[in-house]
Structure formats: C-alpha cells, structure tokens
C-alpha cells in the first residue's frame, strides 16, 4: 500500500536508483521508487554492457561485492584487438580482466532485475507507471500513475532518472547544456567468426567520429554498436549511416553472415559531468548527475557508487533530523563533497583527454595504433595504468622512437591517455 509521506522519494528504478532505495531503507529511511516504465528493466537496452576492471586498481566485483552488491557476470575479457580499418590492428592481452560482460534488461540474469530485487526486499515501495512531472513546493512530488495526477510528500528527494533527467531540469541543476555521445548498434545471435575472450574496438571518422565502435561476444551473441559525437559527424550523415559502414567493413561482415538481430542497443551518454548535483533537499544520482566515464561512456559503476552515497547520506539526514535551514544545506552538499573528492579529479582528468582524442585526424590514429603495437609489447599494461610504472613506458618510447614524428605522436596523444588513465580510482 503506497502512503502519502515518505522520508525520501527516488525518481527511476534503473541501476542508481535500486542502490540509493536499498541502502536508504537498510538504514531505516521509508523509501517511495517512482518509476516511468511498467516493469523492471523494461525500458533499458537489452543487451551486454561492460564492467571495467582495466582501470581500476581494485577488481570491480571484488569491490561491488564489499559493498553487498554481489554481481555474476557473464564472462570476463582478458585481451582487446584495436582496428584501424582496413587493416591496421593491435591486440592486446592483458594479465587480470580488463571487463567484464553483464545482461541489461528484463531477464532474471540481469543486472537491472539483480539490484531491483534486493531494494525490494530491503523494504522500498516501488510504483512503476509512475512518471515524475515536477514539484510542488519542496517538499511534495506531482506524478502521473495510470494516467492519474497524484502526489506524494518527501523530505528528500533523489534523482535517478537518467542523463535527460527531468528532476535535474526542473531543480535548475541542469542548466548547462547536456555534452553528449550518441551510439546506435544490434544486439545479434548467430554471430560467427567471433572469440568470446575477446572485446573489440574500432576507430576512425568513417564509422566513430570522436567516439569508437564496438563488438561485445559472448558465445554466439554479440552486442554491435557504434558510438559517436554528434558535433563530428559529417553533413547530412546520420549515425545509421556510421552504423551501416561499420557494418560494411569485411571483417564485421564476415561475423554477421548469417547473424540475426534480437534488439535495438542505442541511446545517449554523458562526457561531462553536471557542475552541482545537489540543490535543497534533491540529490542526483549516476546518468542523472551524468556521472558517465568520459572516454569510454561507462556509467555502471558510477551509478552504483552514487547511488550507494546517495542513499546513506539521505538516510543520515533523515535519521538525525537535520532537514531545515544550514543543518540541511551542510549535510547535503556533504554527498556531492564525497562525489567530486572521489569521482571528479579522475573525470576532469579524461574529459581533458577527451578533447585531445577528439583533435587525432585518421592519419594519426593508424600511426598511434601501430605505435602502441610497438610500446606495450612487453609491458603488463595493467600494472602501467595502476603504478608509477606509467613511467617505464614513457623511458621506452623515448628510447626507440627515433622519429620525431613519431616522438610527437606519442608526447601529444599516447603520454596524456596513460596519464588521463594512471589514477583512476575505486
Ligand atoms: C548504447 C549505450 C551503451 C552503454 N554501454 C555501457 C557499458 O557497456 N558499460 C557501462 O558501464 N555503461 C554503459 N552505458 C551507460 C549506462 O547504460 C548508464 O550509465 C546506466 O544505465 C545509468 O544508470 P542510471 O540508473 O543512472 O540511469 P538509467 O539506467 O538511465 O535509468 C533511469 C530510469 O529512470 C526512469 N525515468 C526517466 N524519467 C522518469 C520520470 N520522469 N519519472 C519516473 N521515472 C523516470 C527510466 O525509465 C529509467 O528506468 C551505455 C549507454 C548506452 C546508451
């Protein structure tokens, strides 16, 4: 039975808002979940996604797992081959997993479905059908359930709901025009020709302009997808027509033979994050706050952790009744102060990154891809991302590139993407 208050109320039930629910109820906050969608997971592509362990210094699951969230992945991916059509490739095989692939959606196996059960049981109330549409006053929510405006009470709300978040536009938190990435891709079965150890990347402005495009396999599935900036794309070409090159390019072709397609994977990312993720009594949480990995477009794992912050601190609040005046306004800044101490030197970092990668015409990248080839051979690059290692290559690179072309290569894009990468924590 849904009541008319609750201490705090979460727009979304994807991932960042099953964590903030679990942890706020599991520290006696009542906990509403307003969710848009009509089931689980309903709305969220069907498909793999990755969890990246290359560049974290402690294994992802590992420190999910300490945080009670225990997540089985599909597989795990110890090597990568990097494309620069039509024939430039570099693989590289790593000593721990770079990732790991989990399901998105609606199925028991999926992680949507895995964080939505443990807020459920933790006690949250979860009403899907159930569509923020803005505030009224502070402390009351007005929503659309079943077609039908109704309203609910909160002391603090939470949220979760996505990177066009509507809680952030109307708090005025996202005033700042949404910098974003834009993928299109399938999600196959039938697909030949593919090695389920392995992830694959491909570059260049025919198919991934300022972005890359992507094969995920696992047995004979695979998630196909490329990625892109919009600002990037050339006049008049739209990203099914990146997609189709892509698709065109013979070594894709072959895998897709005989491949048929199971669902759509597309939708929008964040690069960068929002300045404040907190206003009053709202917090934002993971895709809301756009707490995206600016290179990559990761956003799991930083919805898990906001998410996780989020809730507890929310809870505290409530818990200590520190819900007026200065009382309120310290103690919530306190989770963004935790998010930006935790999160933003690392995002800023690769976002800086982000506009140099973004400057590397195709001429380029084929020589950085051969380049790389020539500098990791050797090097436990899963090391080099973690210690002060990230110096040894640059001693080798030095050592054996002769080319001062090539030297430049490597000191304007190759130095600052191991340094972008160096420090990235949790
Ligand atoms: C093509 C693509 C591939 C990706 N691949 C990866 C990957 O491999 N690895 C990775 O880590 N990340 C990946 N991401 C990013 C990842 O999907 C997101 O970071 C993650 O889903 C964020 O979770 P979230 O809970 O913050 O938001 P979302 O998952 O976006 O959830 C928001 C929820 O809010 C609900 N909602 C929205 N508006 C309202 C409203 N007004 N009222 C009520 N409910 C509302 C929605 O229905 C939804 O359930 C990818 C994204 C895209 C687009």
Redesign the pocket.
């Known amino acids: 039975m849904v009541r008319e208050n609750y201490d705090i109320v979460i ?9 903030a629910a679990k942890f706020a109820v599991e520290n006696n906050a009542s906990v509403l979940v ?4 009509s089931d689980i ?5 069907k ?6 362990n290359l560049l974290t210094k402690e294994n992802v699951l590992e420190y999910f797992k300490k945080m009670g969230i225990n997540i089985k992945p599909q597989r795990e991916y110890n090597c990568c081959k990097i494309y620069f059509p039509p024939n430039i490739m570099t693989e590289i095989a790593f000593k721990r997993p770079i ?1 790991y ?2 399901v ?1 959606g609606n199925k028991v196996n999926s992680i ?1 479905n895995l964080l939505a059960y443990q807020a459920i049981n933790s006690g949250a109330d979860v009403i899907y059908k ?4 803005n505030f009224d006053g502070r402390k009351k929510i007005i ?1 659309k359930h079943n077609n039908k405006i109704k309203k609910v009470r909160a002391k603090i709300i939470i949220g ?8 952030a536009k109307l708090s005025g938190l996202a005033n700042e025009p949404l910098v974003k990435a ?4 399938y999600h196959f079965t039938k697909v030949t020709d593919i090695d389920s150890g392995k992830v694959e990347g491909f570059l260049g402005q025919n198919i991934a302009p300022g972005e890359y495009a992507y094969i ?1 396999p696992y047995k004979n599935e695979a ?1 196909i ?1 490329t ?1 892109l900036r919009p600002h990037m794309m050339r006049n008049g070409m739209k990203i099914k027509d990146y997609y189709k090159n892509f698709i065109k390019l013979p070594i894709v072709q072959k895998k897709l033979k005989f491949a048929k397609k199971l669902n759509v ?5 964040s690069v960068k994050p929002l300045k404040s993720i907190v206003k009053d009594n709202i917090i934002l ?5 756009r ?3 600016p290179l ?8 898990i952790l ?2 996780k912050i989020a809730g507890k601190t929310a809870s505290r609040i409530i818990n200590e009744d520190k819900l007026t005046g200065k009382d309120l306004e310290k103690n919530i800044i306190s989770y963004e102060k935790e998010i930006k101490s935790i999160l933003f030197k690392d995002l800023k970092k690769r976002l800086k990154f982000r506009k140099v990668y973004e400057t590397i015409n195709d001429h380029e990248m084929g020589d950085l891809i051969q380049l790389a080839k020539e500098l990791t051979a050797g090097i436990d690059l899963n090391k080099m991302f973690e210690t002060r290692e990230t110096k040894s290559i640059k001693i080798k690179a030095l050592k054996v590139l002769k080319d001062p072309y090539k030297i430049r290569l490597f000191l304007k894009y190759f130095l600052p993407a191991i340094r972008a990468n160096y420090s990235f924590r949790n």
């Open positions: 727009v979304g039930f994807s991932i960042a808002g099953s964590i307003l969710e848009a969608k997971g309903e709305n969220t592509i498909s793999y996604q990755g969890l990246q990732g692939s989990i998105r949507d159930s569509r923020f549409i929503f979760a709901d996505g990177v066009n978040s509507r809680v834009i993928g299109f891709g995920v998630t997808v990625t994977v597309s939708g929008t990312v949480v993971g895709d809301a706050a707490l995206t990995e990559l477009g990761f956003g799991i794992k930083n919805a906001s998410g």
